[in-house]
Each structure stands twice: as C-alpha cells, then as structure tokens.
C-alpha cells in the first residue's frame, strides 16, 4: 500500500502495516514515541530529563511520566538505562575505546556506575561481555 500525505509518519506505518487507517489518537501517540526515542538516543551520552522529554511530548511532567510508563511498560529512566547499556555493549563490539571512555560515552557517571547497571541488566560485568563476544567473532 502507497502512505498517504494525510496521515502521520506512524499514522501511515500502521495503514501500511495492516492496511486500515489507524486511531488518530493511536497515530499520534505513535508519532510521540518516536520521537521521544530518537530524542533520547541521541541524547544518550548527556544527563536526559523528564522535564525535557515531558516538553517534547508536549506533557506535565507528571503526566508524562504516567503516559511513558503505560506505553513503554516502563518509567523513563529504566529505558533510558537500557538505552545506555545498548549503546555500551554497542561501543564495546567495536572494541576500539576503553571501558571508561564508553561509560562516558554512553551516559554514564563513570566506569564503576556503567559496570553496576550492566551486571543488574545483562548478568555480568562489560569485562566478561566484551570477553565473551570476542570469543564469538573468532
């Protein structure tokens, strides 16, 4: 199916997607969640907050934390930590920079912050990580 110039980005992805025009409401809640992840991740390596993200998404900030846990099924912070560990084990596969320099690079205080949040979600430290995929590309 062609998009078409009416409807949103989002709007079109779901017409495409299941050949139906979408909620406008769905359509633009869409468009929002795009918006705001592509705002976060590029904003990743820098503190992000919620009063920034609530004005992209046109919200109070309390509101916006409400609407962001009830769409991403998760409050802004823990996504946006997720989003840091992605970024991290990103610049790790690349394996050009040190670990310090990707935890700056990724958002993170510092290395030891960085190493707490990437055992709590992936299991085990950047080290061991970075050793394991290694071992995978050989």
Not at 18 to 35: H, K, L, N, Q, W
Request: proline fraction near 4%; aromatic fraction near 8%.
């Amino acid at each position: 199916l062609p998009p078409k110039p009416e409807l949103t980005h989002a709007g079109n992805f779901l017409y495409m997607l299941t050949g139906e025009e979408p909620d406008p409401e769905m359509a633009r809640i869409m468009d929002v969640c795009f918006i705001l992840h592509a705002d976060i991740d590029e904003r990743l390596d820098r503190v992000i907050y919620n009063t920034e993200l609530a004005r992209v998404a046109n919200l109070s900030v309390s509101h916006f934390g409400r609407a962001f846990k009830k769409t991403f099924g998760e409050s802004a912070r823990a996504f946006i930590m997720r989003r840091r560990i992605a970024r991290a084990q990103e610049l790790i596969g690349q394996g050009r920079q040190t670990l310090a320099d990707i935890a700056l690079a990724s958002g993170f205080a510092d290395q030891a912050h960085m190493t707490r949040v990437f055992g709590r979600l992936v299991g085990e430290s950047p080290s061991r990580w970075r050793r394991a995929q290694a071992i995978l590309l050989q």
